[in-house]
């Protein structure tokens, strides 16, 4: 069979007749090797972003490290409704606090009475020694010395009960979060784990306290929960401080009642699961 290039010949180029119209290409046989790329780390700054905050009390405009909210991914929920985000824990940063020494969670920070101003101006503003911080996030010292603040800016402008309950839940919530991240360096000798332990347990019993207080004086939403979410909450707080009675009492309620969703007849389910098992084992 005459290949495609005979004739060739008449053309003096005959030393072409037998050419090969394609040559192997021995790289396209090889396989490509793909490198897969490297997952991306992200760290707590990742989270965080500065926000402009204008401070209600001396009208300074400042910056305040916000989570994302949009971008941290929820991994779990404590009894007491302490939510857990991978990578960062966002309790961190609901203290908003002002180089002029006013401090308050995020949910009051902008909402302050002239009386509330004032006195916080005479009684905080003219005496308080911030320390501004210069890091891209907050540490949990930080962190703890600007909740301190918070609660003793909202005793002095006498803040509702609501409020002054809400500071010591989540100042709780910051010292368990404290032991995690102590526990999980491997820097959390028993001494400070008790101690540590303590002062969460303290605040709980005034988050519990408090709640109770708003519970019976103040209209809902308390605190932007709704009145089975409260009612809730507080078996759970009434369990972790070993009122199992109170707690029991809570969780009737909230299972006999016609109004409370789904999810919290749930939660209180499992709650009243949690007391039984402890009294099987001998609790108190």
Request: hydrophobic letters at 35%.
């Given at each position: 069979?005459?290949?495609i290039?005979?004739?060739?010949?008449s053309?003096?180029?005959?030393?072409?007749?037998?050419?090969?119209?394609?040559?192997k290409?021995?790289?396209?046989k090889?396989?490509?090797?793909?490198?897969?790329?490297?997952?991306?780390?992200?760290?707590?700054?990742d989270?965080?972003?500065?926000?402009t905050?204008?401070?209600?009390?001396?009208d300074?405009?400042?910056?305040?490290?916000?989570?994302?909210?949009?971008k941290?991914?929820l991994?779990s929920?404590?009894?007491?409704?302490?939510?857990k985000?991978?990578?960062?824990?966002?309790?961190k940063?609901?203290?908003?606090?002002?180089?002029?020494?006013?401090?308050?969670?995020?949910?009051?920070?902008?909402?302050?009475?002239?009386?509330?101003?004032?006195?916080?101006?005479?009684?905080?503003c003219?005496?308080?020694?911030v320390?501004?911080n210069?890091?891209?996030?907050?540490?949990?010292?930080?962190?703890?010395?600007?909740?301190?603040?918070?609660?003793?800016?909202?005793?002095?402008?006498?803040?509702?009960?609501?409020?002054?309950?809400?500071?010591?839940?989540?100042?709780?919530?910051?010292l368990r979060?404290?032991?995690?991240?102590?526990?999980?360096?491997?820097?959390?000798?028993?001494e400070?784990?008790?101690?540590?332990?303590?002062?969460?347990r303290?605040?709980?019993?005034?988050?519990?306290?408090?709640?109770?207080?708003?519970?019976?004086?103040e209209?809902?939403?308390?605190?932007?929960?709704?009145?089975?979410?409260?009612?809730?909450?507080l078996?759970?707080?009434?369990?972790?401080?070993?009122?199992y009675?109170?707690?029991?009492?809570m969780?009737?309620?909230?299972?006999t009642?016609?109004?409370a969703?789904?999810?919290?007849?749930?939660?209180?389910?499992?709650?009243?699961?949690?007391?039984?098992?402890?009294?099987?084992?001998?609790?108190?």
């Open positions: 069979m005459a290949g290039f005979s004739g060739l010949e053309l003096g180029l005959g030393n072409l007749t037998g050419a090969k119209l394609f040559e290409d021995d790289k396209a090889k396989k490509v090797e793909v490198k897969k790329a490297e997952p991306v780390v992200l760290e707590e700054k989270y965080i972003f500065d926000k905050v204008e401070c209600p009390v001396c300074a405009k400042f910056t305040a490290k916000v989570m994302k909210n949009s941290a991914k991994i929920s404590d009894i007491d409704l302490r939510q985000f991978e990578g960062v824990d966002a309790v940063y609901d203290a908003i606090r002002c180089d002029c020494g006013y401090s308050a969670l995020s949910r009051y920070f902008p909402t302050i009475m002239p009386t509330q101003a004032k006195a916080i101006k005479a009684n905080i003219s005496r308080v020694k320390t501004p210069t890091g891209e996030t907050y540490s949990y010292e930080e962190a703890i010395e600007r909740y301190k603040l918070t609660l003793a800016c909202a005793v002095v402008k006498n803040a509702k009960a609501s409020e002054k309950a809400y500071i010591c839940l989540k100042s709780a919530w910051l979060g404290y032991q995690e991240y102590l526990q999980g360096k491997g820097e959390l000798p028993e400070k784990k008790e101690a540590l332990a303590t002062e969460e303290e605040y709980l019993k005034n988050a519990y306290e408090g709640f109770v207080n708003a519970r019976a004086s209209n809902t939403p308390i605190a932007g929960m709704d009145e089975w979410t409260v009612d809730y909450l078996a759970a707080l009434a369990y972790e401080i070993d009122d009675e109170s707690s029991l009492k969780i009737s309620k909230i299972l009642s016609n109004a969703n789904s999810r919290m007849k749930d939660k209180a389910r499992e709650l009243k699961e949690s007391i039984a098992e402890k009294v099987r084992n001998g609790a108190n």
